[in-house]
């Protein structure tokens, strides 16, 4: 259907990548990371040139989100899936409770359902449906995500425990541009291969004082299996030490401390303006467009960070993206694979230009229109 299709030269955005993770990363970032020659990648990271950079990554983080001087900012190797086991394994006592609503809140359920020594309970909604967590008793950890990335819903709230439960959220593609309240949240945490335009296969995540005593208490329970890779003890003590456990990817660092550093610069409150601006203008296009729908009914719901737009069966949007990423002109608009839909999945992360996605939004409807 879009064998011949061209796009006008104004149309196309200076940069390709509209994925929804890993997410583009600035070609001036690459450039500074040359620029630092032979004094950092290569060089140990039982060293001050990468313990510094891991120093300034955790207080960077400290100073964007305003941390409570109890949180502790922890790093590691693994990304978000591998926490998933580690909180399983070395957080939940006996009990979690997931909100599940796509694919990656449903695998953390299942990852803690796969420990024998724990119960994983869940309270799971339709896909593109999101939950306004409600106070749950009996179980020691609630597991929550604020942006479901495989169906574009967010999920900001979560209510208030004053006794010994904690609330552990996957803040993986939502950190950094959608709001949370982090005082309820006992543990926070992402990877950086979304807003803040890194690598996978690291982790954040920031740390109450109450879900210190509770990982260090379990850690002491010679009774428990817990494997070594994913101790807490291990994790918070080099933490402190600005390290890693085990030797952890450099230029994930130093990308990811270029994105602090210049979200700092901004602020939060404007990087989140600018986030809610493009999710604006992107379901505003939606609703505009008779071929269109947003997948995400629930307007409290709808993401700032990955958009999810429905398209009319007529047209074959994975026709249309494959001839876009043969043009080299739009890369990774797909839907989330196992959601299956006719849709496109857009992402509105900090490095996605207003610009950019304003030329998507008119080359996309320029493309539909121009074959119906
Ligand atoms: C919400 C969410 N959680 C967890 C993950 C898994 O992250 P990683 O691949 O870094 O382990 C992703 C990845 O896209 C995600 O979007």
């Known amino acids: 259907m879009f064998e011949k299709l061209t796009i006008p030269q104004e149309l196309i955005p200076s940069d390709p990548r509209f994925g929804c993770g890993p997410s583009l990363i600035p070609t001036e970032t690459l450039n500074n990371l040359a620029k630092t020659g032979n004094t950092l990648l290569g060089t140990s990271h039982r060293k001050s040139g990468v313990k510094n950079l891991v120093k300034e990554i955790q207080e960077g983080l400290t100073q964007y989100f305003e941390l409570e001087p109890d949180r502790q900012v922890i790093l590691g190797n693994g990304g978000a899936t591998?926490?998933?086991d580690m909180i399983g394994t070395g957080m939940v006592n006996k009990a979690s409770f997931h909100n599940v609503c796509g694919e990656f809140s449903s695998k953390w359920h299942k990852a803690h359902a796969n420990i024998p020594w724990i119960e994983a309970s869940k309270k799971e909604v339709d896909f593109g449906e999101g939950i306004t967590p409600e106070k749950i008793e009996g179980h020691d950890v609630i597991c929550t995500t604020l942006n479901e990335t495989s169906t574009g819903v967010q999920m900001?709230?979560?209510?208030?425990?004053?006794?010994?439960?904690?609330?552990?959220?996957?803040?993986?593609?939502?950190?950094?541009q959608i709001e949370t309240n982090l005082k309820n949240i006992d543990f926070y945490y992402f990877s950086p291969q979304k807003v803040f335009a890194s690598e996978g296969g690291l982790f954040v995540g920031f740390i109450s004082e109450k879900a210190r005593e509770r990982v260090l208490k379990i850690e002491n329970d010679k009774n428990r299996y817990k494997?070594?890779?994913m101790s807490w003890k291990l994790a918070?003590?080099?933490?402190?030490?600005?390290?890693?456990?085990?030797?952890?990817s450099i230029s994930t660092l130093f990308f990811l401390n270029e994105s602090v550093k210049e979200l700092n610069r901004l602020g939060r409150a404007k990087v989140t303006?600018?986030?809610r601006e493009k999710a604006d203008h992107l379901y505003q296009w939606a609703e505009?467009?008779?071929?269109?729908?947003?997948?995400?009914?629930?307007?409290?719901?709808?993401s700032t960070a990955v958009a999810t737009?429905?398209?009319?069966?007529?047209?074959?949007?994975?026709?249309?993206?494959?001839?876009?990423?043969?043009?080299?002109?739009?890369?990774?608009?797909?839907?989330?694979r196992k959601l299956g839909k006719n849709q496109f999945r857009i992402s509105l992360f900090h490095y996605v230009t207003k610009e950019n996605l304003e030329k998507l939004?008119?080359?996309?409807s320029l493309a539909i229109e121009s074959h119906l």
């Open 82 to 84: 591998f926490l998933w």
């Open 156 to 176: 900001t709230s979560t209510p208030t425990y004053n006794d010994d439960t904690l609330v552990a959220m996957d803040a993986t593609s939502g950190a950094g």
């Open 227 to 229: 494997p070594i890779t």
């Open 236 to 248: 918070l003590e080099n933490s402190e030490k600005n390290q890693t456990y085990n030797t952890p």
């Open 273 to 275: 303006q600018l986030a």
């Open 288 to 302: 505009s467009k008779p071929y269109l729908e947003a997948y995400v009914h629930d307007e409290k719901f709808r």
């Open 309 to 336: 737009i429905n398209v009319d069966e007529k047209i074959p949007v994975e026709e249309l993206t494959k001839k876009l990423r043969e043009l080299k002109v739009v890369y990774d608009i797909d839907a989330y």
């Open 361 to 364: 939004t008119q080359l996309l």
